[in-house]
């Protein structure tokens, strides 16, 4: 297999004195060693076949070149993120005082993981390497590699799900290897089954007995958006399944459902300060960064433990300690090229005290999550992202990473489109916040963190809840109906553990303040660090955007995955300290959505009896309106349920046989169109559709007058369901010029009589158009 690349893979520029390098490939990243030449890593991964396993690898240099000039490269700066500042870290002088080339090896010893049943063989290359005391700095431009098998074992898979969920996975296999030809070889498809209230679930929302009323309203949606849901209660879970502790069982529960097609799961559940947690969690490491008191800084909160759930043991020594990276001073657990993620997993760290009163944190997140995937109130300001930031928020200049570095390489992450606003401020993201007429779609933050309450600006800190003395916080937001999503890197922002170490406790961290805590306020989902938020967490925000704006990975569970994939991230601490708190098939808006109509004939049917029913979908593009093509249909209700997608003419039938009566509605929904939805009546006897039957079948105009004729011309039309809507009607002379419009609205479907007033207009020939939608009728008359 060749690799290739070019000096174009990079972007080089200089700092007091220094040659620095940035990667701009996929997959690459940079060292963390302080003092060390920052140099570029890549990381390639190839899908091998997935009953072996990786025995060696030969690399062979079909082309490198030396780079012009004469470099001196700077050195990896240690950050530590619980200070603001630090000493410059000076060159190692046993690298930098040596002509030796560095790295002295071209490739690392290969390691495997899993990704969906496919084994994923990933490498660590040096593309470019240095020898430091003559400044020469070469780029291997041209690599063949070759890897060698040896026996494996045949990982867990998927054995079925629905079409529109593979989709995602071979997309995302497709992009994570670099030999994509071979994956029909050694990839395990699942068998394609088609949605029914009697199929696997494609999501899974894990909560408590007495919060699975309140979860209701979004596992529907998500029925109505194509994901059928299943709600359970953990202690049925705990009860049922076997494992060391509580999230061992949670774990194998996940795996089993994972094997049987479900590829989403929500944790819905609260930890109380002193109580045991309503959902289990586990903690990983020691993993990448060490500190004195690494006990309280590197045994991490992660929902990486559940979401790769095809790594065997999280835990193969049987001690205390899960997911150890190398390096640490317990034994290692795991390599960071194995951890891949195969499930999508969000958790709200939602409280709900039993009896449910009305008004509680489940409650609060379900009507946001709806308001932002139904019909959200900034609409036109899911484009604008927002900044609250500090200007350096480690090292002081000319050392420091500054905001502008991060501004920079963030923002181009986004489309175009996107404009941006930014304030060093606690008192401007206040303002900001609730003064933008229109809102904002994005809350990025970059800040030191003050344990689990606060991130801390220029002017005072902005906290996560109210306080004697928190004179800014989240409680004070205004922006109902107008919800983002917030991705911070700040450290200890939702440490929903009882993080401690002398700090704050608080029931209510930075992620909860902004996710369930206050009803009708800020953020949708939040993805925010349960430790420390290192630099190098940039480049996994990078990829996060990556995912969603370039890879079209829309779903907030699935651009998180990508990003915690070991190419594009490859540090366990990052991963295991940056969480999603929100659902994982919350869809990000990525543009200014359009509105869509969805019509059905007939619009009552009679249970027991089938029925082929017709849905048309339209969009309005600021014109006329359009069928929309591509849009997918549900039916839910009534004990019936079906998925489908629109053809060209923005429509699709369905042979419906509903078991009961009631109602069954149908939705659609597109990516980047506001979703719309229409009930079907299901009734007991056919009595109830004489009136149904009676709508128009067909789209059509027809005059009732004589033509030519001297008065007032009469017409009669019909509009059908599929064309409810905006319907116009106008008068045109010979000349093509619209002389008279006689009406342009919104027009149910029925049959309608007209009297146009035509006696004021000279002799001749004139034309009627009717228009709804992408159909119009045209029909000659003359006057007398």
Request: glycine share 8%; net charge negative; aromatic share 16%.
């Amino acid at each position: 297999m060749n690799l290739r690349l070019s000096l174009f893979d990079f972007s080089f520029g200089t700092l007091n004195g220094y040659d620095v390098i940035t990667p701009l490939h996929d997959k690459m990243g940079l060292p963390q060693t302080p003092g060390h030449p920052e140099l570029p890593i890549w990381h390639p991964s190839f899908i091998i076949p997935y009953w072996r396993d990786v025995d060696r690898v030969q690399i062979q240099v079909r082309e490198s070149a030396q780079v012009e000039g004469v470099w001196n490269i700077w050195p990896v700066q240690w950050y530590d993120p619980l200070e603001p500042d630090h000493d410059f870290t000076p060159p190692d002088s046993s690298i930098y005082g040596s002509d030796s080339l560095y790295p002295a090896l071209l490739l690392e010893e290969p390691i495997s993981g899993v990704f969906d049943g496919a084994r994923i063989a990933t490498l660590t290359i040096y593309p470019l390497r240095y020898r430091p005391l003559s400044g020469r700095l070469f780029l291997y431009n041209h690599l063949v590699i070759k890897i060698f098998f040896k026996d494996g074992t045949t990982p867990i898979c998927a054995q079925q799900r629905y079409a529109y969920v593979q989709e995602t996975y071979d997309q995302m296999l497709s992009d994570l290897v670099e030999n994509d030809a071979h994956i029909h070889q050694w990839y395990r498809r699942p068998t394609i089954v088609e949605p029914s209230y009697t199929s696997p679930p494609a999501f899974i929302i894990i909560t408590t007995s007495w919060q699975k009323e309140d979860a209701q309203p979004y596992a529907d949606w998500m029925w109505q958006k194509g994901y059928p849901t299943l709600i359970v209660d953990i202690e049925d879970i705990l009860a049922q399944y076997p494992g060391i502790d509580d999230a061992e069982r949670l774990r194998n529960y996940l795996r089993t459902k994972y094997e049987d097609g479900t590829s989403y799961f929500l944790f819905l559940g609260a930890k109380q300060a002193g109580q045991e947690p309503d959902i289990p969690f586990r903690k990983l490491g020691p993993a990448d960064h060490l500190y004195g008191n690494w006990r309280f800084y590197s045994i991490i909160p992660s929902d990486l433990y559940f979401s790769d759930v095809t790594l065997e043991n999280w835990n193969p020594n049987g001690d205390e300690y899960w997911g150890v990276g190398p390096g640490m001073p317990v034994p290692q657990d795991v390599n960071p090229l194995e951890v891949i993620p195969d499930v999508f997993v969000g958790r709200i760290v939602a409280y709900t005290p039993v009896p449910s009163p009305d008004e509680n944190e489940v409650r609060n997140w379900v009507q946001k999550a709806l308001v932002y995937e139904k019909n959200p109130g900034n609409a036109e300001g899911l484009t604008h992202v927002f900044y609250s930031c500090v200007e350096y928020p480690w090292n002081s200049p000319p050392y420091g990473y500054s905001f502008y570095d991060y501004f920079n390489y963030i923002q181009r992450r986004y489309p175009p489109y996107f404009d941006a606003d930014y304030t060093f401020t606690a008192s401007g993201t206040r303002r900001y916040i609730n003064t933008q007429p229109e809102g904002i779609g994005w809350l990025n933050t970059l800040a030191h963190g003050d344990p689990t309450v606060a991130w801390c600006l220029h002017d005072e800190k902005f906290f996560s809840g109210t306080r004697p003395g928190w004179l800014f916080n989240l409680s004070q937001l205004t922006n109902e109906n107008k919800y983002f999503i917030a991705y911070s890197l700040a450290c200890i922002q939702t440490a929903y553990d009882d993080y401690q170490d002398g700090m704050v406790i608080c029931d209510t961290s930075v992620g909860e303040g902004f996710v369930e805590a206050y009803p009708g306020r800020g953020a949708v989902a939040a993805i925010s660090n349960t430790r420390l938020g290192w630099q190098s967490q940039v480049y996994m925000q990078g990829s996060f955007l990556t995912g969603i704006f370039r890879h079209s990975l829309w779903f907030l569970g699935q651009s998180d995955a990508y990003a915690k994939q070991p190419g594009q991230t490859y540090w366990l601490y990052d991963r295991y300290s940056a969480n999603l708190f929100g659902s994982p098939l919350t869809e990000v808006w990525t543009d200014v959505p359009q509105r869509t109509h969805v019509y059905t004939y007939p619009s009552a049917i009679q249970y027991g009896v089938p029925t082929t029913v017709r849905v048309t979908v339209t969009y309005f593009d600021g014109e006329v309106i359009r069928p929309l093509r591509g849009a997918r249909v549900t039916l839910y209700g009534a004990g019936f349920y079906a998925v489908k997608t629109t053809g060209p003419q923005g429509r699709v039938n369905f042979v419906v046989t509903a078991p009961e009566t009631g109602k069954i509605v149908a939705t659609a929904t597109k990516h980047d169109y506001l979703p719309s939805e229409v009930y079907i009546d299901v009734t007991g006897w056919r009595g109830d559709l004489a009136a149904n039957e009676e709508l128009p079948h067909e789209f059509f105009m027809s005059l009732a007058s004589s033509n030519p004729n001297k008065g007032d011309f009469k017409i009669k039309f019909g509009i059908p369901i599929e064309d409810e809507g905006l319907v116009s009607l106008r008068l045109y002379d010979v000349s093509g010029r619209c002389i008279q419009s006689l009406f342009s609205e919104e027009k149910s479907a029925g049959y309608y009589d007209l009297s146009i007033p035509v006696r004021s207009f000279p002799a001749g020939t004139y034309f009627l158009r009717l228009e709804a939608g992408a159909k119009a009728i045209t029909q000659k008359i003359v006057l007398r």
